[in-house]
């Protein structure tokens, strides 16, 4: 079982930037897979980008270059470093854990972003 909670979340300026964080409680966070997913108003949740247990990281186009996530497993805590930001980015941030063995997943509370001038 792991419990997320993401926060820094907020408004910024387009060309702008955040970092966002999700701190996870329970077992074994450093075997976890890691996801960013985002949900804009009115859309279907998206794949942001992953970082596997062994650090690998994979994007989706849109953010690829801009966003960079990572993990720090002597905190428990996944970050998502987001740079230029868009008003397309405007969004719920959830992240989310992925048991290797199992599949299983979890999921965190969300954290709003918004991009407006």
């Known amino acids: 079982q792991v419990q997320l909670v993401e926060s820094g979340g907020g408004l910024v300026q387009p060309g702008g930037s955040l970092r966002l964080s999700c701190v996870a409680s329970?077992?074994?966070?450093?075997?976890?897979?890691m996801d960013w997913y985002r949900q804009a108003p009115g859309d279907v949740r998206e794949w942001a980008a992953t970082?596997?247990?062994?650090?690998?990281?994979t994007y989706f186009s849109s953010v690829k270059g801009r966003f960079t996530i990572s993990r720090d497993n002597t905190k428990n805590t996944l970050y998502l470093q987001m740079n230029d930001l868009k008003s397309d980015d405007t969004a719920v941030y959830y992240c989310r854990a992925r048991h290797p063995m199992n599949g299983r997943v979890y999921w965190g509370q969300g954290t709003q972003v918004t991009v407006s001038s």
């Open positions: 970082i596997a247990a062994a650090g690998t990281t």
């Open positions: 329970g077992s074994s966070f450093n075997i976890y897979h």
